[in-house]
Each structure stands twice: as C-alpha cells, then as structure tokens.
C-alpha cells in the first residue's frame, strides 16, 4: 500500500500546557486531529468547570484560522473536587474527568490519595454520563517502577470497576500484557487508550548507546513482550482500544537534566507514527478504525467527517521547535520517518 486515506482520526489523551508554548503544539495537533481530550494536570490543575471553559478558548485561540480543532475539555479528580460540580461540568461540555493517583506523573501532587474520598463524585459522574479517564498506576515507593501499572489493576482498577458497573472508564496510556488482557476482558464500558511510542519501542530505547532521555515517559516503556501485546491489541480491530498520543511537550533543557521530565512530544508526527507502527504489523487496515472510530463511538460522540491522507514517503522529523526561549524536541528528532501526511 502507497497510500491510506482515513475518516479524519482523533487524539484521546493529550498535553497541550498553558500560555505561549500553545502557540508552539496546539497548531501540531490541530493539523492532524478533529479533537482531543485535553489533560488537566496544569499548575495549578483544572478543577472546576469555569477554569475548563476559560481554558479551552485560549487553546481554540491558538487554532489556526480556517482550520476545525475542537478541544474535548476535562477535569482533574481531587480528593476534594465536589459531586456538584459534576452538574455544571456537564452544562460546560466537559466530558471526562482524569485520575491521577497522588505523585504518579508531572503535575500530580493534587492527585488522588484515596479512591473512596472520591466516591461521591464518581456517583455523580456515572449518574451523568462523564467518563473516568485513569492513569492506572499505583505509586507506592515499595512497588517496583515497571509493575505498577499490573499492581493497579488488582489493587484498585478491580475494586472501582465493580463498585461503579456503568461508569464509562478509559484506562490511559496502558503499557502492558497485563492491562491489554484485563480490558480485552472487560465490558463495553471499559476502553483503554495506546500511545505511538508504546506501540514502536520498548524500554531498550531509553538506554540505547547512553540514557535517552526523550525516550522517558510514564508510564515507562516496558518490555518487546509488553510491547508485542499492545501491537496485537491495537490492530486486533477490538472496538476497546483507540488512539491516544500522550504527547507530552517539556522544554528540551529540562528532559535533558540530571532529573528529568516523563513525556514524549508526539503529537508533531503522531498519525505517522501509528502508520508506522500499524505498517510494521501488517495492519494498515486496521489504523481507521484504531484511529477515527473506536474513540469516538466510546465517548458516545459522532465519527468526524473530513479525511486525512497519508502516503509511504521517506522524510526526516525536524530537530527541534522554537517552545518561547526554549526548545521542545520532538520524539524521533532527526529521524527518517516511512509515512507522511499529505
Ligand atoms: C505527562 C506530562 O508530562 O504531563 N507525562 C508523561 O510522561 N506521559 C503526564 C502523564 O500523562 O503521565
Ligand atoms: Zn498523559
């Protein structure tokens, strides 16, 4: 195959921050994308549906003109964010709210420290049709850093399920056989998103030739076994998985420090990288539905109108973007890439 051509796809997890940087990722993403489910997790997070308004019309200002971009806005769970904001969340358009366990990831001190101070709320959520998006890892320092996403399942992800059977629950970003098998087995109100770089590498790329530092995400890479199975689940055609970039911009400076930043910046090349990625599969047939499809048919949304083409052409991924007096690197800089957007 020379060229696809697909229902034009949408972004199921996404970092875009706050203020001038912007300028700098939102025109990426709005290239590629109909919409994407904005993460809260700002300084301070998104927390209340005034605060998810005010945030959606700057990332619509940095839409380009004539392009169609739609923001799919959500708030950050606290242990205190209260049930009645679940009401005005929803008069808001604001469709989902995130999980973050206390510490797992970058901005999540504000996370939760128990699931139960939640309850209420996700009462509230499952009454109202808002989905819980989960960053499924437990972050007890005890656990070890690569079986936290396996140690989730059982010691929270279990419980939550049976406590809330209708709430619409979409495990992020998962990484292992473990959460590939426990959604494959769920039912019709569990999804789960899967990224480009845990489709493509596993964790020997953070240490190829010396630490790689743009390669550290959280969660992190995994094993070829872990990655073979997100590989299977993502091109099995299973309506439960669908595309998420997780594409997570930091100042280049500061991935490149002595403690550096989780995320990968993908969203530059992100439909090229899942063409990839379903290319090296032999699955080319199965990126629509992944990609344009599943997601929107699990948030309960229409299926976007327009298309996009992409077509096998070699091209090298720039080195870096200007990020305000910073740079931002995206993953694959300088790299040769087999499929382009048109
Ligand atoms: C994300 C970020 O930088 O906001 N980082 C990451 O490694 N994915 C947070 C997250 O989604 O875990
Ligand atoms: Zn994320």
């Known amino acids: 195959m020379q060229e696809i051509t697909l229902t034009q796809p949408d972004d199921w997890h996404l970092h875009v921050r706050d203020g001038d940087v912007l300028h700098t990722v939102v025109p990426h993403t709005a290239a590629q994308f109909g ?8 300084k301070p997070p998104v927390t209340t549906a005034a605060q998810a308004l005010g945030y959606k019309a700057r990332i619509l200002a940095a839409v380009p003109k004539g392009v169609n971009f739609e923001p799919l806005m959500t708030l950050y769970l606290t ?4 049930a009645d904001e679940i009401r005005r969340a929803k008069d808001a358009g604001v469709v989902a709210l995130k999980l973050y366990p206390a510490g797992a990831t970058t901005n999540s001190d504000a996370g939760v420290t128990d699931l139960r101070k939640t309850y209420q709320t996700l009462e509230a959520m499952q009454r109202e049709g808002i989905l819980l998006l989960v960053h499924g890892e437990v972050t007890s320092p005890d656990i070890d850093l690569f079986d936290r996403e396996a140690v989730f399942i059982d010691n929270q992800l279990i419980p939550l399920r049976k406590d809330f059977p209708e709430l619409k629950i979409v495990f992020e970003h998962i990484t292992t056989k ?30 190829t030739g010396g630490i790689r530092p743009h390669y550290y995400c959280l969660p992190v890479l995994k094993r070829e076994t872990h990655r073979l ?5 993502a091109t099995s055609g299973s309506r439960k998985f ?23 910046y993908t ?5 090229e990288l899942y063409a990839q990625a379903f290319d090296a599969a032999d699955a080319l047939d199965k990126l629509e539905g992944f990609a ?6 699990f948030y309960g949304l229409p299926r976007n109108q327009g298309t996009i083409t992409l077509r096998r052409e070699a091209w ?14 995206p993953l694959c800089a300088d790299e040769t890439l087999q499929w382009r957007m048109t």
């Open 316 to 329: 090298a991924v720039p080195d870096s973007f200007a990020l305000g007096e910073a740079r931002l690197k």
């Open 35 to 42: 919409r994407a489910i904005i993460m809260p997790n700002l």
């Open 229 to 233: 199975a997100l590989v299977q689940a």
């Open 79 to 82: 242990d205190n964010l209260p």
């Open 267 to 271: 969203a530059f090349s992100a439909m």
């Open 242 to 264: 669908f595309l998420g970039t997780d594409s997570a911009p930091h100042p280049a400076h500061l991935k490149e420090h002595a403690s550096g930043c989780a995320g990968c």
């Open 292 to 297: 344009s499809f599943h997601g929107a048919d």
């Open 178 to 207: 473990e959460a590939a098998q426990y959604v494959q087995g769920a039912d019709a109100y569990t999804g789960a998103t899967i990224t480009a770089h845990h489709l493509l590498y596993n964790r020997n790329a953070i240490f």
